[in-house]
């Protein structure tokens, strides 16, 4: 139960009027789950469950069985029912970014529902029609916070690194001479990743959410989810709800800010995202738990991540069978014996004269 113009909790107020804006509100205008909700005297606190169809008390107004006041529905004092949560009971709750409280107020209230309260946020979701545009909104903005971060944290690493190695001496051209081609490449190998995931992360998501969503309908399909429904209800889970509130639950990746569990984002996104789609489901068809629905949100986040590896597994042994295929081929042709190059063909020696006999010389006249 919150102020629709700030989305300012209205819960244990006496009045009728919010005190965080000043806007005036009734009791009657929420409507909440039947015995969802206490109605107290605001005499002797003596609580009332609100029994009606609309979570309402019936009758509206009556004698109180404690101090015997008059009271009404619109003078009692709300409270959620023991075991119930405060903004699980309200039937039409917005989402907190919906409302018309300040930016940063909308943006903290969202990924808050996210991160702490999924149960929460799939009922606010499942109570209005698709909001895309708005969630596709508040997606933009926690991609901008994680972008800007991503930046910050690239460039004070490679900072930090080049300070550590004198990199940044080389790059003045100073001091001892230290070359410029190292500090540079430092720079670039500390900064390069985070870069290249500041770009590629949009794209990125921009891809990895359709296809979860798809690959999560099709399996709450195969699963037999549709089967529970009606036939006069609409189909509960449909592609574009599924992109809803893979968007809306994107807020708990802004638990990246923390540090040494920012790794974890990811993995509390898939669960999130589970927790608000079995909420989501439940409160479209009126049961409890929803186990089929959660299964298929988080088989249908891990296919493409496990495809996605299963890509870049089989890419690198390519890669790597490519390269020890040429390191064979260049290894081989190493070790190979230099081929016999036939000898030039000599020219034949002149023959020798042999010497004479002794017998046989002439002798010299006198």
Avoid at 73 to 79: D, P
């Amino acid at each position: 139960m919150r102020c629709k113009g700030c989305s300012h909790s209205l819960w244990n107020l006496t009045g009728n009027i919010c005190p965080e804006c000043g806007k005036e509100f009734t009791r009657a205008e929420f409507e909440f789950q039947p015995y969802s909700v206490m109605f107290k005297c605001p005499s002797c606190a003596q609580p009332y469950y609100g029994a009606g169809e609309k979570g309402h008390l019936v009758p509206t107004a009556f004698e109180c069985t404690s101090c015997h006041h008059a009271i009404d529905m619109e003078s009692c004092v709300l409270v959620p029912a023991k075991g119930r949560e405060e903004d699980a009971v309200a039937v039409g709750a917005p989402v907190p970014w919906t409302t018309e409280a300040s930016f940063f107020r909308r943006l903290w209230e969202t990924s808050t529902a996210a991160l702490v309260k999924p149960r929460s946020l799939g009922i606010a979701i499942a109570a209005h029609e698709p909001r895309l545009k708005s969630a596709m909104a508040f997606f933009g903005v926690v991609m901008g916070i994680m972008w800007v971060i991503t930046l910050v944290c690239a460039a004070a690493q490679g900072g930090f690194m080049m300070l550590m190695m004198g990199g940044l001496i080389g790059l003045g051209g100073g001091g001892g001479g230290t070359p410029v081609v190292p500090g540079t490449f430092l720079l670039a190998s500390q900064m390069g990743p985070g870069l290249i995931l500041s770009v590629g992360m949009p794209l990125f998501y921009g891809i990895y959410i359709p296809i979860s969503a798809a690959v999560a309908v099709v399996l709450w399909r195969i699963l037999g989810g549709e089967s529970t429904r009606e036939s006069h209800q609409p189909p509960t889970l449909t592609f574009v709800r599924a992109v809803e509130i893979l968007l809306w639950s994107s807020g708990s990746l802004l638990v990246t800010l923390v540090p040494c569990v920012g790794s974890f984002a990811s993995v509390w996104w898939i669960v999130s995202a589970a927790i608000v789609t079995s909420a989501f489901v439940g409160a479209r068809l009126g049961a409890a738990s929803t186990g089929k629905s959660a299964l298929s949100m988080v088989l249908g986040m891990l296919a493409p991540l496990l495809l996605i590896c299963g890509g870049a597994i089989a890419f690198a042994m390519v890669i790597a069978g490519m390269g020890m295929s040429s390191a064979r081929a260049a290894l081989s042709g190493a070790q190979a014996p230099a081929p016999m190059v036939a000898p030039a063909s000599a020219p034949e020696p002149e023959p020798v004269a042999e010497p004479a006999l002794v017998e046989d010389a002439v002798p010299t006249p006198n």
